[in-house]
């Protein structure tokens, strides 16, 4: 079974402060998909990014990066100099890269609130 | 704009009423998937489609509720005799093939009174 863990429920903070959002995973699967989605007020699910288990090279995407641990079995995203806009919940999900279905499972979701 | 489309936006019904929503995909996407959001969770999957067939069911979808992609395009979910419980996001997501990422429509929003 397939378990995904976003501890933080919700975070503060002020603009222009950089954030780390907590994700923590569980699987049996050998080779699987780590997603992080973004789901602002008006509902749609935006997608990040995505990372196959078998590259753990970290990425920087404009203020975003994420960091990849599978010793720790954790896919931690960090927004660096906070904006209004960033404002949103936030969904880990991981899915299996292999077996037909790739039904991803979703974290609960950290509301990020970013105040001017 | 070439993204995933849900119509309605918003759905507000009486118990019991039925309730069908309809799913655009991404136009070369032959993958389309149905999830229901609650608040304070995350998407929890109902059903999947390759193509026009209905390849896996969640045991969330009870007898109540029925999906269909008759050409492989478009999809509609039907929630027959509705429950105050039904009340939730309903969202909608396609990919290129079953390794693709899924990518999300804006979501019906249900309210049953």
């Known amino acids: 079974a397939q378990k995904v863990t976003q501890a933080q429920t919700e975070i503060s903070v002020v603009e222009k402060e950089d954030v780390t959002l907590d994700c923590v995973y569980e699987?049996?699967?050998?080779?699987?998909?780590l997603f992080w989605y973004k789901q602002p007020p008006s509902g749609e699910l935006v997608f990040l990014i995505r990372r196959n288990s078998f590259d753990e090279q970290n990425e920087i995407s404009g203020r975003y990066s994420w960091n990849f641990q599978k010793s720790t079995s954790s896919f931690n995203f960090t927004i660096t100099a906070s904006q209004v806009v960033d404002s949103a919940v936030y969904f880990c999900?991981?899915?299996?890269?292999?077996?037909?279905?790739?039904?991803?499972?979703f974290g609960r979701g950290t509301s990020l609130i970013v105040h001017p | 704009d070439t993204g995933v489309s849900q119509d309605p936006r918003h759905k507000i019904t009486k118990r019991g009423q039925n309730v069908t929503f309809r799913c655009d995909p991404i136009s070369e996407h032959n993958r389309l998937y149905w999830y229901r959001q609650t608040l304070g969770q995350g998407p929890e999957f109902l059903t999947y489609?390759?193509?026009?067939?209905?390849?896996?069911k969640s045991r969330l979808l009870s007898d109540r509720f029925s999906a269909e992609r008759p050409k492989g395009s478009f999809s509609t979910l039907e929630i027959q005799r509705t429950e105050q419980g039904d009340s939730a996001m309903y969202l909608c997501?396609?990919?290129?093939?079953?390794?693709?990422?899924?990518?999300f429509g804006p979501g019906t929003r249900l309210l049953v009174l």
């Open positions: 699987t049996r699967d050998t080779t699987y998909y």
């Open positions: 997501a396609s990919s290129l093939g079953g390794s693709g990422t899924q990518y």
């Open positions: 489609f390759q193509n026009e067939a209905q390849l896996e």
């Open positions: 999900a991981l899915r299996p890269a292999s077996g037909g279905s790739y039904i991803p499972t």
